[in-house]
């Protein structure tokens, strides 16, 4: 096994700032992938301004918002195969588009409605895990198992800063290592759990410098450039399927908006931090890549943007056609053969909905 | 019960936040700790205004770790604290269970009684609040059934404030399961000061002599709403248990004698729920005064659905009042 260092404290970045922070570049990314990165970035910010909105007129329940997350979520996901398996948390509910789901699939979870369940297998993206960081280990399984098949798939664990408190998190991880499972461990370090600021989460310099515990690299990118994340999550795949073992990525960015739709920040979190940080949001900031390289001009944002629009209308008209679903629903799938006692308490609780109180 | 007299118009949110400014007022080795209960106050504010009176250190938000919370909380009180722990809702609470059940209601056992743990874990419980997957349990089964540990649900703003009260000078460790469905909704009278309400004890919500209907937290407020109802059929008794352990039993076995009938209704799942202890109860010492079969009307065995399926789930006016009706035809 290789020698394993303190993780790299320094922010990798790829992206500059259209001044004196010249770009760089990314081997192996042609025109045509830098824009579908772009696509992709569009259509999670896209599903995340609507679904804000949606949840303002109603047609949604709450929601949480990944603004500003967009890139660190794209930017992995581009760098894996469909073969490779996603285990996302709340944060990134929407992640699925990008393997192909329909928008109204992810609009129905947030509706609470049973169209929002999935098959893991149809995209190879695990369930939108609730509790924080309980999904650490399933993805460490999942890793451990193509590898015991000798299968060249590798996962990622999508997980917050906060996430890294659980015993859950520490469980996976370690178990990672010992395995030698080919595992990404993507930390979104937005700074916050809900109101809890890292300082009162950790009192180690970075979350990467975790890595060193469980015997894996651990590196640090600006979460809000998606091409070092895109580079980073690329090199750890690439020494997973190597049978090099898990990589833990920090990705470091900062939560510009409430937790969720039900948050009001405003009693714990310093406005003018978020306000500097919103100027220098993900998507703006390869938006102004990509037209340094003249890879990108206005007609061709307004198609990606327009495409992006159209998905999430009829998205939400879709989620909004189904039908309200069956009571029936309530008994199914937690077991392959119900206990019979079930379908007694369906048939009870339809004599009792087709009867009246009078 | 001792309280001063005056009286303030309260939701149960507020009642609970009353509660525990009182507490860490009356004893400073009190503290709270939990995610989110300091800076934010907790996020159904039910800790607001702790921080700013009593300081970072007497309310903690702490690192997000369930275990973490109820572990350090066993150290604590070891150290001479009396933590107050909030679990941030009911299905977080669930990675703690392993420092529950191992020691939090073992430990002063283990010691041959010489040590005490006086531990309070609060946490909103309960559905019908159209939430996400895992924020609508109701968990309560889980903590009556830890033995070392006893559980309040409360139904009031009034009771609320009492028994958190009586939870936090408990001398054992104590879960308050509190109805969110009714956190902000449900007002009520509370006693201003120091309020308590004795664990052990039932609450008669409503007298009849029909039919009992039995319930604890949110479930109370539906049962008084089919005795509502029932009005012109029936004169309908609403029992509220609100301390499940230590369980009033003399209350429970009174009213079954007074009115022969009972419904018991709860909100979680049912096999093993807290309706079959009663039920049991009922079945091994008041076999004689019943004139009809003890019937639950509960939650099924399946995980809690998704919200849209929400209210075929939960037990509702229509269910209660379908059950009171069978049982006073039987
Ligand atoms: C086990 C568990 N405890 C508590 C919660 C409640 N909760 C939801 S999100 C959150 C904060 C998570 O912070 P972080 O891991 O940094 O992820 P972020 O939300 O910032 O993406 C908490 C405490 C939960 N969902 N699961
Ligand atoms: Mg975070």
Redesign the interface.
């Given at each position: 096994m290789a020698q394993v260092l303190p993780a790299e404290r320094d922010l990798r970045r790829v992206i500059g700032d259209g001044d004196g922070v010249p770009d760089g570049e990314v081997e192996g990314l042609d025109e045509q992938a830098l824009v579908d990165l772009y696509r992709s970035l569009v259509l999670l910010r896209t599903y995340d301004e609507r679904s804000v909105v949606y949840h303002r007129q109603g047609r949604i329940g709450t929601y949480a918002i990944f603004w500003n997350h967009e890139a660190m979520q794209a930017g992995a996901v581009h760098a894996l195969s469909d073969d490779d398996w996603i285990f996302p948390s709340y944060r990134e509910s929407a992640i699925g588009l990008l393997r192909g789901m329909p928008a109204a699939t992810v609009l129905s979870w947030w509706r609470g409605h049973p169209a929002g369940w999935w098959n893991p297998a149809d995209y190879n993206v695990g369930s939108i895990c609730v509790p924080i960081a309980t999904h650490v280990p399933h993805a460490a399984g999942l890793a451990w198992g193509k590898k015991l098949d000798g299968e060249p798939s590798v996962a990622i664990a999508f997980f917050g800063d906060g996430a890294t408190s659980e015993g859950a998190f520490h469980e996976g991880a370690n178990f990672a290592g010992v395995m030698s499972a080919p595992l990404i461990l993507l930390c979104n370090n937005n700074q916050w759990a809900i109101s809890t600021p890292l300082s009162a989460q950790t009192a180690a310099e970075t979350l990467a410098d975790k890595a060193v515990g469980y015997g894996m690299p651990g590196v640090r990118v600006d979460g809000a450039d998606v091409l070092a994340v895109y580079e980073a999550v690329r090199e750890a795949a690439e020494r997973a399927r190597a049978g090099g073992g898990p990589t833990f990525v920090e990705a470091v960015t900062y939560r510009c908006a409430p937790h969720a739709t039900a948050d009001d920040p405003r009693a714990y979190i310093d406005l003018e931090r978020v306000e500097e940080e919103r100027a220098r949001e993900c998507v703006g900031r390869y938006d102004g890549y990509l037209r340094r390289l003249g890879v990108l001009d206005d007609a061709l944002t307004e198609e990606i943007r327009g495409e992006a629009a159209e998905m999430l209308r009829r998205g939400i008209a879709e989620a909004e056609s189904l039908p309200e679903p069956d009571p029936a629903v309530v008994f199914e799938w937690a077991y392959a053969e119900p206990p019979p006692a079930l379908a007694h308490d369906l048939a009870e609780l339809r004599r009792v909905l087709g009867g009246s109180l009078g | 019960m001792f309280s001063e007299g005056r009286l303030a118009e309260l939701t149960l949110a507020e009642a609970l936040n009353d509660a525990l400014h009182v507490e860490l007022e009356r004893d400073e080795r009190t503290l709270v700790m939990g995610?989110?209960v300091?800076?934010?106050?907790g996020?159904f504010r039910v800790t607001a205004g702790l921080r700013d009176r009593f300081g970072p250190d007497r309310c903690v938000?702490?690192?997000?770790?369930?275990?973490?919370i109820m572990g350090t909380a066993v150290g604590l009180c070891m150290a001479g604290w009396r933590p107050v722990c909030e679990m941030q809702y009911d299905?977080?609470s669930?990675?703690g269970l392993d420092q529950l059940i191992t020691h939090v209601g073992r430990y002063r056992w283990r010691t041959g009684g010489r040590m005490e743990f006086p531990i309070t874990v609060r946490m909103p419980y309960g559905g019908g609040v159209?939430?996400?997957?895992?924020?609508e349990d109701s968990p309560e089964t889980y903590y009556v059934h830890t033995p070392g540990v006893k559980v309040a649900i409360p139904s009031t703003p009034a009771d609320a404030k009492g028994l958190l009260a009586a939870a936090i000078r408990d001398p054992d460790p104590v879960v308050v399961l509190e109805p969110k469905l009714h956190y902000r909704t449900m007002r009520g009278e509370v006693p201003e000061g120091e309020h308590v309400v004795p664990l052990g004890r039932a609450r008669v919500a409503r007298e009849g002599d029909d039919v009992t209907l039995v319930a604890y937290g949110s479930m109370v407020p539906l049962c008084e709403q089919a005795a509502d109802?029932l009005a012109g059929e029936a004169s309908v008794e609403v029992l509220d248990i609100r301390s499940l352990r230590p369980l009033d039993e003399d209350a429970l076995l009174a009213s079954a004698a007074k009115t022969g009938r009972v419904v018991i209704v709860q909100e979680a799942p049912r096999t093993l729920g807290f309706a079959a202890e009663l039920a049991a109860i009922l079945a091994e010492k008041a076999i004689l005064d019943l004139r009809g079969p003890v019937l639950r009307v509960t939650g099924?065995?399946?995980?809690f659905?998704?919200?849209?399926?929400?209210d075929?789930?939960l037990p509702?006016?229509?269910?209660v009042?379908?059950a009171a009706r069978r049982l006073l035809a039987f």
């Amino acid at each position: 096994m290789a020698q394993v260092l303190p993780a790299e404290r320094d922010l990798r970045r790829v992206i500059g700032d259209g001044d004196g922070v010249p770009d760089g570049e990314v081997e192996g990314l042609d025109e045509q992938a830098l824009v579908d990165l772009y696509r992709s970035l569009v259509l999670l910010r896209t599903y995340d301004e609507r679904s804000v909105v949606y949840h303002r007129q109603g047609r949604i329940g709450t929601y949480a918002i990944f603004w500003n997350h967009e890139a660190m979520q794209a930017g992995a996901v581009h760098a894996l195969s469909d073969d490779d398996w996603i285990f996302p948390s709340y944060r990134e509910s929407a992640i699925g588009l990008l393997r192909g789901m329909p928008a109204a699939t992810v609009l129905s979870w947030w509706r609470g409605h049973p169209a929002g369940w999935w098959n893991p297998a149809d995209y190879n993206v695990g369930s939108i895990c609730v509790p924080i960081a309980t999904h650490v280990p399933h993805a460490a399984g999942l890793a451990w198992g193509k590898k015991l098949d000798g299968e060249p798939s590798v996962a990622i664990a999508f997980f917050g800063d906060g996430a890294t408190s659980e015993g859950a998190f520490h469980e996976g991880a370690n178990f990672a290592g010992v395995m030698s499972a080919p595992l990404i461990l993507l930390c979104n370090n937005n700074q916050w759990a809900i109101s809890t600021p890292l300082s009162a989460q950790t009192a180690a310099e970075t979350l990467a410098d975790k890595a060193v515990g469980y015997g894996m690299p651990g590196v640090r990118v600006d979460g809000a450039d998606v091409l070092a994340v895109y580079e980073a999550v690329r090199e750890a795949a690439e020494r997973a399927r190597a049978g090099g073992g898990p990589t833990f990525v920090e990705a470091v960015t900062y939560r510009c908006a409430p937790h969720a739709t039900a948050d009001d920040p405003r009693a714990y979190i310093d406005l003018e931090r978020v306000e500097e940080e919103r100027a220098r949001e993900c998507v703006g900031r390869y938006d102004g890549y990509l037209r340094r390289l003249g890879v990108l001009d206005d007609a061709l944002t307004e198609e990606i943007r327009g495409e992006a629009a159209e998905m999430l209308r009829r998205g939400i008209a879709e989620a909004e056609s189904l039908p309200e679903p069956d009571p029936a629903v309530v008994f199914e799938w937690a077991y392959a053969e119900p206990p019979p006692a079930l379908a007694h308490d369906l048939a009870e609780l339809r004599r009792v909905l087709g009867g009246s109180l009078g | 019960m001792f309280s001063e007299g005056r009286l303030a118009e309260l939701t149960l949110a507020e009642a609970l936040n009353d509660a525990l400014h009182v507490e860490l007022e009356r004893d400073e080795r009190t503290l709270v700790m939990g995610e989110d209960v300091g800076r934010a106050g907790g996020v159904f504010r039910v800790t607001a205004g702790l921080r700013d009176r009593f300081g970072p250190d007497r309310c903690v938000d702490t690192p997000l770790a369930e275990a973490g919370i109820m572990g350090t909380a066993v150290g604590l009180c070891m150290a001479g604290w009396r933590p107050v722990c909030e679990m941030q809702y009911d299905a977080f609470s669930y990675p703690g269970l392993d420092q529950l059940i191992t020691h939090v209601g073992r430990y002063r056992w283990r010691t041959g009684g010489r040590m005490e743990f006086p531990i309070t874990v609060r946490m909103p419980y309960g559905g019908g609040v159209k939430a996400p997957e895992l924020h609508e349990d109701s968990p309560e089964t889980y903590y009556v059934h830890t033995p070392g540990v006893k559980v309040a649900i409360p139904s009031t703003p009034a009771d609320a404030k009492g028994l958190l009260a009586a939870a936090i000078r408990d001398p054992d460790p104590v879960v308050v399961l509190e109805p969110k469905l009714h956190y902000r909704t449900m007002r009520g009278e509370v006693p201003e000061g120091e309020h308590v309400v004795p664990l052990g004890r039932a609450r008669v919500a409503r007298e009849g002599d029909d039919v009992t209907l039995v319930a604890y937290g949110s479930m109370v407020p539906l049962c008084e709403q089919a005795a509502d109802a029932l009005a012109g059929e029936a004169s309908v008794e609403v029992l509220d248990i609100r301390s499940l352990r230590p369980l009033d039993e003399d209350a429970l076995l009174a009213s079954a004698a007074k009115t022969g009938r009972v419904v018991i209704v709860q909100e979680a799942p049912r096999t093993l729920g807290f309706a079959a202890e009663l039920a049991a109860i009922l079945a091994e010492k008041a076999i004689l005064d019943l004139r009809g079969p003890v019937l639950r009307v509960t939650g099924y065995d399946v995980p809690f659905p998704f919200w849209k399926l929400e209210d075929y789930y939960l037990p509702s006016l229509e269910r209660v009042v379908d059950a009171a009706r069978r049982l006073l035809a039987f």
